[in-house]
């Protein structure tokens, strides 16, 4: 679960600080949330501080801890601040960037799996063994040795949500998965996405799949202009675009 509250965002611009993201409380508990809107509307800018990717100029963004002690935080914390706790809210919040090549630095396919797993498995037989097993859950053993830049695109998209979710995190994060990919790859990451046991949060311009989420922000000029029901969510966005 994480919380936004009152979580603001400005950057600098040449004209003067621009707010990108206005004071926003949402409470996301829901186990499969889309955020959708139009290009540059603050889609991505809400998605990263779900998991610390930027803090928020003000206000707070809290996720829930879990049962499991997270190293680094004192047990008794229930909430975790993204601002004060990065490296462990990275840990409970994995995040999926729409470009997977920017997420896939080591040589190998079987490589770049290790080296997300190298503070869970110290022990590289271990960690060896472990990224065996997470490729086999997508059906990539038989890419292992490639070279990570031999890669298809979706292929690449698989490897990089493979690579996040070797590390169970409590919830995935998704900025536009499926954007670079032709239709037959989008449907399986697609439909990946939505099978998961992780609480999802997925920005997408796919409005099919947007409507498969029990819940759907709708976001325009950096605020969330509607929150509830997808049907309703993709219908006010329609109406919005034809405005
Ligand atoms: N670091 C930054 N500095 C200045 N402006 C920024 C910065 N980050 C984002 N913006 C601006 O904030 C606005 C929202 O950006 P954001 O990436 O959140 O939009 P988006 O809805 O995800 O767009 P898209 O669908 O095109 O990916 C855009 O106008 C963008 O140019």
Excluded: W
């Excluded at 190293?71 to 470009?99: I, M, N, Q």
């Excluded at 190998?108 to 290790?114: H, I, K, R, S």
């Excluded at 998704?174 to 670079?180: G, H, K, S």
């Amino acid at each position: 679960m994480i919380e936004l509250r009152e979580a603001s965002v400005v950057v600098p611009a040449p004209e003067g600080d621009a707010m990108i993201l206005h004071p926003t409380s949402l409470v996301l508990a829901e186990r499969r949330i889309s955020i959708i809107g139009g290009n540059g509307s603050g889609k991505s800018t809400l998605a990263r501080l779900c998991n610390g990717l930027i803090e928020p100029t003000t206000g707070s963004v809290l996720v829930a801890a879990g049962a499991d002690p997270v190293p680094g935080v004192r047990a008794e914390r229930s909430r975790l601040d993204t601002a004060r706790d990065g490296a462990a809210v990275r840990r409970l919040v994995g995040f999926v960037f729409t470009d997977a090549s920017a997420q896939l630095i080591m040589p190998t396919v079987a490589e770049d799996l290790m080296l997300s797993l190298r503070r869970l498995h110290p022990k590289r037989a271990e960690r060896r063994a472990a990224a065996e097993a997470a490729l086999a859950r997508f059906g990539l053993e038989h890419l292992a040795e490639r070279s990570v830049h031999t890669l298809s695109g979706g292929q690449k998209q698989l490897l990089a949500i493979a690579t996040v979710l070797a590390t169970d995190p409590a919830v995935l994060v998704a900025d536009e998965p499926t954007t670079l990919l032709d239709l037959r790859n989008a449907r399986s990451v697609g439909e990946l996405l939505m099978s998961l046991p992780q609480q999802v949060i997925l920005v997408t311009h796919d409005l099919d799949l947007a409507a498969r989420a029990e819940r759907t922000l709708v976001v325009a000029d950096g605020r969330v202009v509607f929150d509830g029901e997808p049907d309703a969510a993709v219908s006010h966005y329609r109406e919005l675009v034809r405005a």
